[in-house]
């Protein structure tokens, strides 16, 4: 599916929401939106497009701000569509893509430890790789490597 | 009741904790916990040249570093412009295929090993290590390799490499019959794996899993085909599909995707033999980091032009459909780099296929699922 076709099938659907739909190579293109009409995108390219499959979900650290992207596949188009928006720094939240795709589970609560970005809504928005208590986010670019800080695990009653 | 099945559990394969809820010997709920391996992969190859991040890929799966190198590689240069020749392409096709039969074979042994039978273990490993003396051949390491660059591959096959793979490749395909022999024909084999871990296409699409477990559901879905990169395109095989979605069609599957790696890493052999050239890109720029050599101080002197750029890429691993994405803004260093693990999947996956079933069963449907925790905590 071609930037130009995703432009059109999601424009009425999302109206000023959607931003821009720009080419990237090896996916179809690359969605960029409004954290406002993030279910309805979705939904949208999950029932209408027919990408129900979600590869990833990610988060990027842009020191002013924050880009969550989505990556999902469909079995008709057999390609990838690349779907990202930005959050601004201060007030990182976006709503949950589980209620679509239950995929995006632990790739947001990886996300939401790892780049500190909350997912509204989110089922279980534990850490994953990190322990509980972990009170930084690795990959925020303000995370220095090389300095040790100090940390206290408990460990948790079964 | 809880219970914690790991970090140090015999079913576990790696360092994780697998929490399970039970109702007298049936699973009501599981919580894995995962974390203990992590190593912040992703946040240390921001510091670091674009070549020296494939140090990192072979630790990122320690079972499949071919794949997961290869898998990098392809963003890394899309990121950076950059086009591999053909004979590189080949080569890279040939050790992914041979990191498929070794990290199946790997899985084979363990897997098996769960079960309680001991001789296909020692089998598995036998041959496995057949393999790891074709990868010592070419790249001089037996499981941590570094020989993808960006721009094409380390170094050229060496003489007499392609008569030597063809012998290993015929002694597998006797081989597999065996492995076949020892389980299929196996009472106990069927006894602990029919229709355990039964995850229908459905919840595999919903889920997200992929690979041999998405394949034993009956969806004939392969990247090497829908999507092909490298010289996949350029070899015949078939997509080893079957049906029933449980222990023993994963097992099918996986068996069936060796016999075809075979039949691939034959044909790459013979288009190598008669297609030599170069093997690596021209012209490389020194700041990509040791080509050959560690980088120079006159590679952080001169001014340069950096290219900008992002890159995705999607292989099929061993395991299943693994994901990098790749932002360079300019630099010697990539901006970020994320990388999507298959298993990391297929364990979420767990409160799917796991419930209903009883303790006893964990491990041979965890086995199934092929856990390798180095690529789920990176």
Same mark, same amino acid.
């Given at each position: 599916?071609? #930037? =130009? ?86 007030? *990182? ?5 589980? #209620? ?16 500190? +970005? ?41 | ?22 109702? @007298?010997?049936?699973?009501? &709920? ?32 320690? +079972? ?12 890394? &240069? ?30 084979? *042994? ?27 051949? !070419? ?13 094409? +591959? ?92 449980? +222990? ?12 075809? *790696? ?36 006159? @590679? ?11 890159? !995705? ?8 459909? *693994? ?8 630099? =010697? ?8 693990? #298959? ?20 491990? #041979? ?14």
């Amino acid at each position: 599916m071609r #930037p =130009e076709l995703l432009r059109e099938r999601l424009g009425p659907l999302l109206g000023p929401r959607l931003l821009a739909v720009e080419p990237f190579d090896g996916t179809a293109g690359r969605v960029r939106f409004a954290r406002e009409g993030a279910l309805d995108l979705f939904r949208a390219v999950r029932d209408d497009l027919g990408y129900r499959h979600l590869a990833m979900v990610g988060a990027v650290d842009w020191v002013d701000h924050r880009e969550v992207f989505y990556v999902a596949w469909s079995d008709q188009e057999r390609d990838y569509v690349f779907l990202s928006t930005d959050l601004p720094a201060n007030d *990182a939240h976006v709503e949950s893509a589980t #209620p679509v795709w239950p995929a995006a589970n632990w790739h947001e609560r990886e996300a939401f430890e790892m780049v500190d +970005v909350r997912f509204d809504h989110h089922p279980d928005l534990r850490h994953l790789l990190t322990p509980e208590e972990y009170a930084f986010h690795p990959l925020l670019r303000s995370f220095k490597l090389h300095e040790p800080e100090e940390l206290e695990v408990k460990t948790r009653n079964v | 009741m809880w219970i914690n099945m790991g970090p140090q559990h015999p079913m576990t394969h790696g360092l994780w904790n697998l929490r399970v809820r039970i109702e @007298g010997e049936i699973i009501e &709920e599981v919580d894995p916990e995962m974390g203990y391996l992590h190593r912040g992969i992703e946040k240390i190859s921001e510091d670091r040249h674009y070549n020296e991040v494939i140090t990192l890929m072979d630790r990122t799966c320690y +079972v499949a570093g071919m794949s997961w190198e290869h898998l990098y590689i392809i963003a890394a &240069e899309q990121a950076l412009h950059l086009e591999p020749p053909e004979r590189a392409q080949f080569i890279r096709t040939l050790a992914d295929e041979l990191q498929r039969i070794a990290s199946h074979l790997m899985w084979y *042994a363990a897997f098996v090993q769960d079960l309680g039978l001991m001789t296909p273990f020692l089998y598995g490993m036998r041959d496995r290590d057949l393999i790891l003396d074709l990868f010592q051949s !070419f790249t001089g390491a037996r499981m941590t390799y570094e020989y993808n660059r960006a721009g094409g +591959v380390r170094n050229d096959l060496p003489n007499g490499f392609t008569d030597r793979a063809r012998k290993v490749m015929d002694w597998l395909d006797a081989r597999f019959v065996e492995y076949d022999q020892l389980c299929l024909d196996s009472d106990i084999f069927h006894r602990r794996c029919d229709g355990l871990g039964v995850l229908s296409a459905r919840d595999c699409i919903d889920w997200g899993v992929t690979g041999p477990m998405l394949r034993s559901a009956g969806i004939k879905r392969d990247l090497r085909k829908d999507r092909p990169y490298a010289a996949y395109d350029r070899v015949e095989f078939d997509v080893a599909v079957a049906d029933g979605a449980d +222990v023993t069609a994963r097992y099918l599957v996986r068996m069936e995707e060796m016999r075809q *790696a075979v039949r691939i890493v034959r044909q790459t052999l013979d288009w190598l033999d008669k297609h030599p050239g170069p093997v690596l890109a021209e012209r490389l720029p020194r700041w990509l980091g040791a080509p050959y050599a560690p980088v120079g101080r006159e @590679g952080y002197l001169l001014k340069r032009n950096y290219p900008t750029g992002r890159g !995705f890429s999607s292989v099929e691993e061993p395991h299943g459909e *693994a994901q990098a994405y790749v932002v360079n803004t300019g630099g =010697e260093h990539p901006y970020r780099v994320k990388f999507r693990s #298959p298993v990391f999947v297929n364990i979420a996956a767990a409160q799917k296929y796991l419930p209903g079933y009883r303790v006893a069963d964990i491990p #041979p449907i965890m086995g199934s699922v092929d856990v390798c925790v180095g690529e789920v905590d990176r």
